[in-house]
């Protein structure tokens, strides 16, 4: 009997892991890195969507998207080309039975490639099926003919940007008009200078945020050292190879761009376990966090220029409702299209991925808690907060007049809808509550004054935070 107890438990054992093993797949674990198709499987904070009364109809939608899968940078080409060469002097007079075959004959696939960053034919299809399933989820707004003012296009001028505004318009207007075999229309995408975007480049147009970021970026790499440490004595012992916390750096960032852009998992990536993945994931997110998210009100109180501007939206097209303009003669979607440094920071002001208690912090410009390490949980992560393609609509409802409110916001991100900490946990919310309790706490400082004033008397306050991060940093094991 006792014999057969112990099989049972090793059977149990076996069939756990295999489950882990067959679990775990990389490309959900590549932070903002992270494939738009790949996060939409995840429901991480995600809820049943409340149920929407028949006589409500949608009468605007604001969309804040991120721009799709792209290319590697300039910089980072040339970071790939050096670790073409790097591994090939590692392999030179390595043991062979310990190193993976493909290692010492790598080369970059974008080898000879100059230049990069742009918009790749993945991140095309990812924006162009967003605009389907946008025109096929909200068919009442998008049944007018086209004009400008009534579909509102609005691109940062990376090309990236831009070129993710014209693939999701061409999904968005297929069949809509005579051009070609897809019967495509023309449409317009605008921008703003990005010298003077406040609403899509507020982290390029707020000089305090800058100066914030290149004095504390260091200070970040420093939270991040200990995990590169520790992998890098790993990976270099298993593999009996000289690594140095560069070559894991490159070699993390390559598994990224292979996992991503080229769905290639078994080379690069197979240099690192599970749990070096989720170790190396919560390092990028960490920085995500501290440089562009909850760490610090100054990275996401800058992006109020476009909340403003979604709650003005609104407004409009409320009036425009009451007073009852003819079809075509007002605004009915004001779709965006930007970075990872706009919407993380403006799904923070949502107040995303957040409890109530830590939703209250954030409102009087309190740090939150780093997020805790792997194997713990944790809410904040790129990966779901900010994917290529990755995107946040706000859908404006008119219920019937007899009904009190009458109008409400409800709030879908990467299409699903998602709890609003300032909305009791709820998607779909009183448009009065909305303004009350998610936008108004944010308007307190005018945009002028939170990125042009002197830091001077933000000083301390800033030292403090950063002491409070190194000292929480130390206690956490590794």
Excluded at 141 to 157: G, S
Excluded at 398 to 406: E, L
Aim: with cysteine.
């Amino acid at each position: 009997m006792a014999m057969k107890s112990v099989w049972i438990i090793l059977l149990c054992l076996f069939v756990i892991t295999e489950a882990d093993q067959g679990g775990f797949d990389v490309r959900h674990h590549l932070s903002t890195v992270t494939r738009y198709s790949v996060s939409k499987e995840v429901s991480q904070n995600l809820i049943e969507g409340s149920t929407i009364p028949s006589e409500c109809t949608p009468i605007h939608l604001n969309l804040v998207a991120r721009h799709g899968t792209r290319s590697p940078t300039k910089k980072r080409l040339r970071e790939l080309e050096n670790l073409s060469g790097r591994l090939k002097e590692l392999v030179r007079d390595a043991e062979a039975k310990k190193v993976p075959g493909w290692l010492g004959k790598w080369v970059s696939p974008w080898q000879g490639k100059v230049k990069g960053g742009e918009l790749i034919r993945q991140g095309e299809e990812e924006l162009y099926q967003l605009g389907i399933m946008v025109r096929e989820r909200f068919p009442t707004l998008f049944e007018e003919d086209y004009h400008p003012d009534v579909y509102t296009i609005r691109a940062t001028q990376i090309p990236r940007a831009s070129a993710s505004a014209v693939a999701f318009g061409m999904g968005l207007f297929s069949e809509k008009g005579d051009l070609g075999p897809g019967r495509n229309r023309a449409f317009a995408v605008t921008s703003e200078n990005r010298a003077s975007d406040t609403k899509l480049r507020f982290f390029e147009c707020c000089q305090n945020y800058k100066s914030y970021r290149k004095a504390k970026g260091p200070a970040v790499d420093k939270l991040k050292e200990p995990v590169l440490d520790k992998i890098t004595a790993s990976v270099a012992k298993r593999h009996d190879l000289n690594f140095t916390k560069q070559d894991i750096s490159s070699l993390w960032f390559l598994c990224k761009q292979e996992a991503s852009l080229l769905n290639v998992t078994n080379q690069s990536c197979e240099l690192f376990t599970p749990s070096e993945v989720a170790l190396l994931e919560w390092a990028d997110d960490l920085e995500v966090f501290l440089l562009k998210g909850y760490g610090n009100s100054l990275n996401y109180k800058m992006g109020v220029p476009l909340l403003e501007d979604v709650l003005h939206s609104m407004e409009e097209a409320i009036k425009a409702r009451e007073d009852k303009l003819p079809p075509g003669s007002y605004e009915k979607a004001r779709l965006r299209f930007a970075h990872a440094e706009t919407i993380v920071p403006f799904s923070c002001l949502l107040g995303l991925f957040l409890d109530g208690s830590e939703y209250e912090k954030i409102q009087k410009e309190k740090p939150l808690e780093l997020p805790p390490q792997p194997p713990k949980t944790r809410d904040f992560k790129g990966s779901t907060m900010a994917p290529f393609g990755g995107n946040n609509m706000l859908v404006l409802y008119s219920c019937p007049a007899a009904s009190s409110p009458k109008y409400f916001v409800q709030v879908l991100h990467n299409e699903h809808p998602i709890a609003l900490p300032g909305c009791d946990g709820k998607d779909f919310c009183p448009l009065e509550d909305f303004k009350a309790k998610v936008v108004t706490p944010h308007l307190k400082h005018p945009f002028d004054n939170l990125c042009n004033a002197n830091l001077d008397d933000h000083k301390q306050k800033h030292q403090s935070l950063w002491s409070w991060l190194l000292g929480s940093s130390q206690k956490a094991e590794l």
